[in-house]
Every structure is written in C-alpha cells, then in structure tokens.
C-alpha cells in the first residue's frame, strides 16, 4: 500500500519538517529565489475556442520543468498571480489558464464577494466535464512545447482549482500534483450536470500526489475528506495527505481566513514535491550565473 497515514500535526511540528526537508534539498531555499518574467501569455487553442493562459518563468533564459497552475473560482486574481511567481521564482515556468475562457471575455476576475462568487460557482457547473478535461491537456501540451521547458510536468490547484488539478494528474505524463483544499471531489460536483467521475477515475493517477485540507472548511466535510482518503489508499495511490487547523482559503493572501503561517509550510511542501519529483532544469546554472553578476 502506497498511501500514506492520515496526518494531522500541529503547525510547529509541521514546519520542523519542513525544516528538515529544505536542509535535504537545498534547492528550495529562499537564498536561491530567481528573478522571474510575468508578462507573457499565449491563448492556447483547445475545443471551446482559445483559453488564455499566463506565463510566469525565471528571468535567466534555461529551460526548467513545467507547472500548470489552476485557481479559484474568480480566475486569475491577485493571490493567484503572486503563487504563480513564488513558483517561477523557484526555477518553475508556471502555465496559468483562464478556466472559464469559453464563458467569460479575456482577463476577466472575478471579485472576491458574494456576487463573484455567484457566478464563478455558477460557472463551474456550466462548463462540460470535457472540455475541462480538454483544457488540462492543452495546457500541458502547451508547456511541453515550449523552448523553457524540461518537459517535466506538474499541476497544481486551490478550491475548484485544486479539482481542477486532481483530475490533470490522470494524464500520464504529470508526474506530481499539489491540491490544495480541493472543492467537490467527495460530492462529484464538478461540471455540468454535477455528476463527475473524479474518485472513480483514481486508478489512472500514476504521479505522486500532495493532499492539502483545513480542518474547519465547511466546503469539506470530514466525512467527504475520509471518502477522499479511502479511496486514493483503496486505488494504492502515491500521496501525502496533511490537514490543518484552518478554514478554507487559507492560503489566499487577501481576507480574513489567510494563515500566513500555514500558508508557508504548504509552499515549502510543494515546492519539495515538484523540485523532486519534476528536478531543476537549468536552475543551479543560472543560479550561479545570477550570484556572478553580484
């Protein structure tokens, strides 16, 4: 069996692991943070039309592993832009598309208040199951293609993105994949109709997978949670599974519910997961390349 225990650790122990897991992988040190570009996108062609998508890269010109980055509900917002730098800024070219580009005119966001989340809610469950689907795969492709590009490949996701994400992890060349409070696997509500396939689909995950969940999160039961849980320990998945004491958007650095502390550790976990899983491309020699110039 590959899934690992429940874990359920209080933040001062959590971040000693992490601790010692960034002493084990020195690449993810902040000492070794790059200067990033964050004003490139492309609009990638895919079945529904084209999906505007956001491009965030180290500054020293290489080629690193990929990242596609899914957001919340609102689309690319302000909190969604600074994760996907923090990420570039760690040797990653960040690929973050528009999740409802057939629905919405491009660079929309949503507002972060009751009537973005109306619609963005309202969104998710007009939109076909496919051409989600068809979207995660387009957006790899797009980064395996890209002259920046290893093409080695991860996903990550917060709330509908972190579903987003998990369904991305059954294409078999995504090699690791951090969901972060991921919204409606445990109900199969994902898309139109609200009757996904996500748990039954577990089987086809073949990376490693980092489970992230706030324990007061009233979008996640912990009845949903342990439905999630059984079933990735029952398909013998590779995961890590970590809750916090944190309600959902925890990670979101705008609005009362941030735990920055929480927030932290959380990245440091991912970023040990996809230097692993996914290496460094051409990291340390612009690293080196950048502390020359200094």
């Known amino acids: 069996m590959q899934g690992q ?9 959590i971040a000693s692991h992490v601790r010692a897991i960034r ?4 690449s993810t040190k902040s000492e070794n943070e790059m200067i990033i570009k964050d004003t490139e996108s492309a609009d990638i062609h895919t079945s529904t039309g084209p999906m505007r998508t956001y491009l965030f890269r180290p500054g020293t010109e290489g080629r690193y592993p990929g ?5 919340e509900i609102f689309q690319v917002t302000g909190p969604i832009r600074r994760t996907a730098a923090m990420l570039a800024s760690h040797g990653f070219v960040v690929a973050v598309p528009e999740i409802y580009h057939e629905l919405e005119p491009f660079g929309t966001v949503l507002a972060y208040d009751e009537a973005g989340a109306e619609r963005g809610n309202r969104h998710k469950i007009t939109k076909a199951l496919s051409s989600y689907d068809g979207d995660a795969r387009a957006a790899l492709d797009f980064l395996t293609r890209s002259p920046h590009c290893t093409g080695k490949l991860g996903v990550m996701g917060i709330c509908l993105g972190g579903h987003l994400a998990f ?8 090699l690791a994949t951090t969901c972060i409070y991921a919204t409606d696997i445990h109900k199969h509500g994902l898309g139109k109709g609200t009757h996904d396939n996500s748990l039954d689909r577990i089987g086809e995950i073949t990376g490693e997978m980092l489970m992230i969940w706030g324990r007061q999160d009233p979008h996640i039961s912990r009845e949903g949670r342990a ?6 320990s029952d398909a013998e998945a590779h995961f890590q599974w970590h809750e916090f004491n944190a309600a959902h958007a925890f990670l979101r650095d705008e609005g009362p519910r941030y735990d920055p502390a929480a927030a932290r550790i959380c990245y440091d976990m991912a970023l040990e997961l996809f230097t692993r ?8 020699a612009a690293t080196a390349s950048i502390e020359a110039t200094h």
């Open 23 to 26: 002493r084990s992988f020195p």
């Open 227 to 232: 439905l999630i849980y059984n079933a990735l």
């Open 5 to 13: 225990q429940l874990v359920l650790l209080p933040v001062e122990a």
């Open 67 to 71: 990242l596609v980055l899914y957001s």
């Open 277 to 284: 899983k996914l290496g460094e491309g051409d990291r340390r």
């Open 167 to 174: 369904r991305a992890a059954m294409q078999t060349d995504v």
